[in-house]
T-cell receptor
Framework: KQEVTQIPAALSVPEGENLVLNCSFTDSAIYNLQWFRQDPGKGLTSLLLIQSSQREQTSGRLNASLDKSSGRSTLYIAASQPGDSATYLC?????????????FGQGTILTVHP | SQTIHQWPATLVQPVGSPLSLECTVEGTSNPNLYWYRQAAGRGLQLLFYSVGIGQISSEVPQNLSASRPQDRQFILSSKKLLLSDSGFYLCAGDRSGNTEAFFGQGTRLTVV
């Protein structure tokens, strides 16, 4: 059974810092890995999707890497801003063509203070 | 682009009352659809998924049921709510040929 773990559980940083969020998964036979952002009381917004054949994906100040063999992914946020404060979730699909059948980590709660 | 609409945004219901949460999809056809629950202090748990009209798979035994009466409509129901049904319910989908999952804005259900 796939298990996804995220470290740290919470992170508080001053504005402007570069930071790294970690995600690990137990079964390396994944099709892709997706990073989401969740604001309090809101749904999930997809940030980045990395296919299993890719090593990394970039979107603006966000960069996500994937090392499938070691079962790890990292989300790098450059020059953090207060607006980046949210919960960040990583998730992997369970196989087959049901890509939305996801196993999620518990999330990292990020607070960026001015 | 694909969009998921969920309503209501918040709901307070007494124990023993029925429940119906609706989710509709725009911008794609024949999506796979999913219901997740996020309980307080816990992660996201997959409840049901559907690969087509009338096709429902349940992931965990529970007091809830799901139905898919139309291609872009997914409904979560209960005949009698329990206190333990409280949580944040999210509808999600993935588009045929596209591996990225997309989510609605969720419904906060409080059973009192």
């Amino acid at each position: 059974k796939q298990e996804v773990t995220q470290i740290p559980a919470a992170l508080s940083v001053p504005e402007g810092e570069n930071l790294v969020l970690n995600c690990s998964f137990t079964d390396s036979a994944i099709y892709n890995l997706q990073w989401f952002r969740q604001d309090p009381g809101k749904g999930l917004t997809s940030l980045l999707l990395i296919q299993s054949s890719q090593r990394e994906q970039t979107s603006g100040r966000l960069n996500a890497s994937l090392d499938k063999s070691s079962g790890r992914s990292t989300l790098y946020i450059a020059a953090s801003q207060p607006g980046d404060s949210a919960t960040y979730l990583c998730a992997v699909p369970g196989g087959g063509t049901s890509y939305g059948k996801l196993t999620f980590g518990q999330g990292t709660i990020l607070t960026v203070h001015p | 682009s694909q969009t998921i609409h969920q309503w209501p945004a918040t709901l307070v219901q007494p124990v023993g009352s029925p429940l119906s949460l609706e989710c509709t999809v725009e911008g794609t056809s024949n999506p796979n659809l999913y219901w997740y629950r996020q309980a307080a202090g816990r992660g996201l748990q997959l409840l049901f998924y559907s690969v087509g009209i009338g096709q429902i798979s349940s992931e965990v035994p529970q007091n809830l049921s799901a139905s898919r009466p139309q291609d872009r409509q997914f409904i979560l129901s209960s005949k009698k709510l329990l206190l333990s049904d409280s949580g944040f319910y999210l509808c999600a989908g993935d588009r045929s040929g596209n591996t990225e999952a997309f989510f609605g804005q969720g419904t906060r259900l409080t059973v009192v």
